[in-house]
């Protein structure tokens, strides 16, 4: 199987101490408390949008990026990430980045149709046709000036796979009502990381390619954290010192000896899981959980992006499209981002002026500099135009120094 990119489990780098917060967590907890209903989104996604359209900021805005307590590498952990992101600026506009890899100049303003179509291809691309259609009609129109996407694929196959039978249990929903669900099952099994605290239980699925022989360190696995009473509160207490208590209480190996007592200790973990397949069933607002949290002035007019276009422009759309299968052999996730502006003063308050001049009759003209205290190379008035038969100016020789 492919194998792409698991962000996840960025919670599981135990460096970060109590107390210290990164911004996937932040934003879970601001999206738990507002999206009703299955939530699924992409933190890598999202960081790997503002990471960048911050290459291109300058100022306070560059330094509110900056401040954003984005989690470590997901690179650390053990698997090939798919990555992709694009930079797309009108080609009407100036843009200080010329041909540099990675920017597109698309023509927003006359053909914002096929603009569309090239960005969902694009999207499509990228996540192996999981999400192969990031952006609705509509969402590209004659306004979009400056604009970025992000999209992440993987596909990854358990340490160990779920047995080929299944039960049907009743699965209790958020609204309260029982339904029954096909459940997938591992029985008695020592690979397991199970853990349990204070009005929490929790298991970590290892997956392939990222245990060591003794499988004692994991760079990589499924977290599924099952509290004991509503999931929407528990969601909001799930502060960096709840996180830490989860990760230590995984991070215990499944066979470990007490030397002091000689006793050697092995964890059997019996698991039931749903199968389970999840999407968007319409793109993820996140402009207005980023706004909370702080970072505001990129969704601002007066934002600076100088690093790509001179022109004056600010981001007022964030979304995000994602797909998830969990299966017997393992699971694939695929997601997309779009972060998209206008020019730095809303539609609605700009007034548009359309001149129209003809020089037909006798005018004055002068050469040089456009500063009237300095003398210009040549002046005068054309009451008469006589008609040139030049076919074009000639530039001067080059003669080497």
């Known amino acids: 199987m492919k194998k792409i990119l698991l962000?996840?489990?960025?919670?599981?780098?135990?460096?970060?101490?109590?107390?210290?917060?990164?911004?996937?967590?932040?934003?879970?907890?601001?999206?738990?408390?507002?999206?009703?209903?299955?939530?699924?989104?992409?933190?890598?996604?999202?960081?790997?949008?503002?990471?960048?359209?911050?290459?291109?900021?300058?100022?306070?805005?560059?330094?509110?990026?900056?401040?954003?307590?984005?989690?470590?590498?997901?690179?650390?952990?053990?698997?090939?990430?798919?990555?992709?992101?694009?930079?797309?600026?009108?080609?009407?506009?100036p843009s200080t980045k010329g041909k540099a890899n990675g920017v597109h100049r698309?023509?927003?303003?006359?053909?914002?149709?096929?603009?569309?179509?090239?960005?969902?291809?694009?999207?499509?691309?990228?996540?192996?046709?999981h999400i192969p259609q990031l952006l609705d009609a509509g969402a590209v129109n004659k306004e979009t000036a400056l604009a970025c996407a992000s999209a992440l694929f993987m596909q990854e196959e358990w340490l160990n796979h779920f047995s080929d039978t299944e039960e049907e249990y009743p699965f209790t929903t958020g609204n309260g009502k029982q339904i029954p669900v096909p459940m997938m099952i591992q029985e008695e099994k020592l690979h397991i990381r199970y853990a349990e605290g204070e009005g929490w239980q929790a298991v970590l699925l290892p997956v392939d390619g990222n245990v060591d022989k003794r499988q004692t360190h994991i760079r990589g696995a499924f977290v599924a954290i099952r509290p004991e009473g509503d999931v929407r509160q528990f969601a909001k207490q799930l502060t960096p010192?709840?996180?830490?208590?989860?990760?230590?209480?995984?991070?215990?190996?499944?066979?470990?000896?007490?030397?002091e007592k000689g006793i050697q200790h092995e964890h059997y973990t019996t698991l039931k899981l749903p199968r389970f397949k999840t999407t968007t069933p319409q793109a993820l607002n996140l402009k207005p959980a980023l706004q909370k949290l702080g970072i505001r002035k990129i969704f601002q007019p007066g934002a600076d992006f100088?690093?790509?276009?001179?022109?004056?422009?600010?981001?007022?759309?964030?979304?995000?499209?994602?797909?998830?299968?969990?299966?017997?052999?393992?699971?694939?996730?695929?997601?997309?981002?779009?972060?998209s502006g206008p020019l730095g003063i809303p539609p609605d308050k700009i007034k548009k002026h359309y001149h129209i001049i003809t020089f037909d009759k006798p005018f004055i003209y002068f050469i040089g500099s456009p500063d009237y205290r300095i003398t210009p190379f040549f002046m005068g008035i054309c009451e008469t135009p006589e008609i040139s038969h030049t076919a074009k100016v000639s530039k001067p020789e080059q003669h080497p120094q």
């Open 106 to 129: 698309l023509p927003f303003a006359t053909q914002a149709e096929k603009c569309t179509k090239a960005i969902n291809r694009w999207a499509s691309k990228q996540t192996k046709g």
């Open 241 to 259: 010192e709840i996180l830490k208590k989860i990760c230590v209480g995984l991070a215990q190996p499944v066979i470990h000896t007490d030397k």
């Open 7 to 93: 962000c996840l489990l960025s919670v599981l780098t135990m460096s970060a101490t109590a107390g210290e917060e990164i911004l996937p967590w932040q934003l879970f907890r601001e999206l738990a408390a507002t999206e009703s209903g299955n939530l699924t989104f992409s933190p890598a996604c999202v960081e790997n949008c503002l990471k960048l359209i911050a290459r291109g900021t300058d100022g306070a805005t560059r330094a509110e990026l900056e401040a954003i307590p984005y989690g470590q590498d997901c690179n650390k952990v053990n698997m090939e990430p798919h990555a992709a992101t694009a930079l797309f600026i009108a080609s009407h506009l």
């Open 306 to 339: 100088s690093g790509y276009t001179s022109a004056p422009v600010f981001m007022d759309t964030f979304i995000q499209k994602v797909h998830i299968d969990v299966n017997e052999s393992g699971f694939s996730a695929s997601s997309c981002s779009w972060l």
